[in-house]
């Protein structure tokens, strides 16, 4: 059953501290995003990956970080300097070499600060 | 810079009505265009795209939309509306000629009522 995983669903966490969520695709895609969402501001980029090893800044990059260490792998850490962390993640990934062809999405990460 | 703008913050339609959903972009060159749906707290599923040719794009669950160069528009469409078509709506481009880079709009909330 091919996709992308996302886990988990919801996290919850405390002021101060970093969390990392995870995404994972199985689809063979080359091209991995992070895109936070906030009612109202539609999706947000943070950060992409294009191929393994190499990943730049998305629009809003600040206070988060990625790896991208195997294809299949692309985890986001929310750190202590992301100042309003709540909201909800996408994980997307998508095929190389064309930008015509769709991205395919996660159920997303519901993160709340408590 | 690519953008993309969704006049509408909520359409209500009733049910056997047809619907439209507005998206307008800014963007460089020949763009390639794409609409995608999201239920609540769940991923985005991709509906439809344009790449390129007829201008009149069909995709999934009977929706369609129509590509204007000239009022640099991407409205998408469906001729009877359904209550389980009720959802947030996303149009989002791509810059032609490579780059994986996806930008999407604010979102459109769509209700149909009986």
């Known amino acids: 059953d091919g996709g992308i995983t996302q886990s988990p669903k919801y996290l919850f966490r405390k002021e101060g501290q970093n969390v990392t969520l995870s995404c994972e695709q199985n689809l063979n895609h080359d091209a991995m995003y992070w895109y936070r969402q906030d009612p109202g501001q539609g999706l947000r980029l943070i950060y992409y990956?294009?191929?393994?090893?190499?990943?730049q800044k998305g629009d809003i990059a600040e206070g988060y970080s990625v790896s991208r260490e195997k294809k299949e792998s692309f985890p986001l850490t929310v750190t202590s300097a992301q100042k309003n962390p709540t909201a909800f993640y996408l994980c997307?990934?998508?095929?190389?070499?064309?930008?015509?062809?769709?991205?395919?999405f996660g159920q997303g990460t519901r993160l709340t600060v408590v | 810079a690519q953008s993309v703008a969704q006049p509408e913050d909520q359409v209500n339609v009733a049910e056997g009505n047809p619907l439209t959903v507005k998206c307008t972009y800014s963007v460089s060159g020949n763009p390639y265009l794409f609409w995608y749906v999201q239920y609540p707290n769940r991923g985005l599923q991709f509906l439809l795209k344009y790449i390129t040719g007829d201008n009149l794009v069909k995709g999934s669950y009977g929706f369609e939309a129509e590509f204007n160069k000239s009022q640099t528009s991407f409205h998408l469409k469906k001729p009877s509306a359904l209550v389980s078509d009720s959802a947030l709506y996303f149009c989002?481009?791509?810059?032609?000629?490579?780059?994986?880079?996806?930008?999407f709009g604010t979102g459109t909330q769509l209700k149909v009522e009986l």
């Open positions: 990956s294009q191929i393994v090893n190499d990943f």
């Open positions: 997307a990934s998508s095929s190389p070499g064309q930008s015509n062809t769709e991205a395919f």
């Open positions: 989002a481009v791509k810059p032609p000629g490579g780059g994986n880079k996806l930008t």
